[in-house]
């Protein structure tokens, strides 16, 4: 057990809290739910929830981290979904005869891949292929997109929201469980909401993976400081959950990053907990540099102190030097709400993670 592991947890003894999301994804998976969305903003410990949940589950499923894509071409695609199934072929053999005479689907041995020379291969009955095994299997097989908000890239080639309303339909033995962090481009992504979409007025199972709070967050820290030996003063403690605001990804990276000082000589004080902060500060500035610069903009302006849409208009008036169009702000704050990065309450705007405001405040250049 090591609550600091930066790798996502597998094993239920390694998950700290979450019971209760934990018993919820279970029941989804266990019971009739035929589409299961796990949404939250990144590193909440979405990833280490469904890993658990699919061990405790103990039954085969199709993991597909949208991650792992190559590229957006439709190549990079198949060839995730070809490893995702090889990954259950060894011990589930018998799936190969669903398979095998699907159209562009080539078998070796014990694996497959999937042919793109002459035409795409037909997700559909590949689907049908692995309902029927499911079937014969006596069981419900889930298959998960991880970050299935990087389908959008593949919007007009692969059209995950027809293919999942027509499993929902008649494939009763296949289940869909997605992930989302960027959580409105998820949704758009599925067109969750409006009236055209094939999965409209379908049933899902929304589960939200919230934050920590502050005392759980301390609680967190000390227990994980516990597990190595470490007695770490509650003044900093303190500060280092003020600094990150509950999310579990970023206490576990502070945590084993002071652990690992502290095996290579340093001392736990207030130098050493910094210094640790500064580095997921760093992770989180790569991130920054990659949006607009107009979207920089608008988080160094939420980051300083700036909530309401006349203040933000304001600053990034000044800041630029040109007058933004309520449209094109509409659109900058719209799309970083989808990126949930940032949130809006009551006509106010505001940063969801902490660390954002300080990695855009270093982001210069323009």
């Known amino acids: ?49 469904l890993k658990v949940a699919l061990n405790e589950l103990g039954r085969p499923h199709i993991y597909l981290d949208m991650r792992a894509l190559r590229s957006y071409a439709d190549v990079s695609f198949y060839e995730l979904l070809s490893d995702g199934i ?22 070796s041995g014990f694996t497959i891949s999937f042919d793109l020379k002459y035409s795409k291969p037909s997700i559909l009955q590949l689907l049908k292929g692995v309902n029927q095994w499911a079937k014969e299997e006596g069981l419900a097989l889930p298959i998960i ?30 289940k869909f469980v997605l992930t989302g962090s960027e959580v409105g481009l998820l949704y758009s992504t599925l067109n969750l909401f409006e009236s055209s979409s ?93 949006l607009p610069k107009t979207h920089i903009m608008v988080l160094q302006c939420l980051a300083d102190g700036a909530k309401r849409w006349s203040e933000i208009k304001t600053y990034l008036t000044m800041r630029a030097g040109r007058t933004f169009a309520n449209p094109q702000l509409a659109n900058i704050l719209d799309r970083l709400m989808k990126l949930s990065m940032v949130g809006k309450e009551n006509d106010r705007y505001f940063l969801l993670d902490n660390l954002l405001g300080e990695a855009a405040r270093r982001v210069r250049g323009f």
């Not at 005869?97 to 080539?106: E, I, P, S, T």
């Open 198 to 290: 094939p999965l409209y007025g379908r049933h899902r199972k929304l589960i939200t993976l919230n934050r920590f709070d502050r005392d759980l967050s301390a609680k967190f820290l000390r227990e994980g400081f516990k597990q190595k030996g470490l007695q770490v003063d509650d003044t900093l403690i303190e500060y280092v959950v003020d600094k990150l605001d509950g999310i579990v990804g970023w206490l576990a990276y502070v945590g084993a990053e002071i652990v690992s000082r502290v095996k290579k000589g340093g001392k736990v004080g207030t130098e050493l907990v910094e210094r640790a902060v500064e580095e997921a500060v760093e992770l989180v500035e790569d991130e920054v540099k990659k």
């Open 145 to 174: 997109f991880d970050e299935a908000q990087e389908l959008r890239y593949f919007r007009g080639r692969v059209d995950i929201a027809r293919l999942i309303a027509y499993s929902y339909d008649n494939l009763e033995n296949v």
């Open 86 to 107: 090889n990954e259950i072929l060894p011990l589930h053999k018998r799936l190969l005869d669903h398979l095998k005479n699907v159209r562009g689907v080539a078998v």
């Open 1 to 49: 057990m090591y609550y600091f592991s930066t790798a996502p947890k597998t094993k239920k003894e390694d998950l700290f809290d979450r019971e209760a999301e934990l018993a919820e994804l279970l029941e989804a998976l266990k019971g009739d739910s035929r589409l299961i969305l796990l949404v939250g903003m990144r590193r909440v410990g979405k990833t280490s929830l």
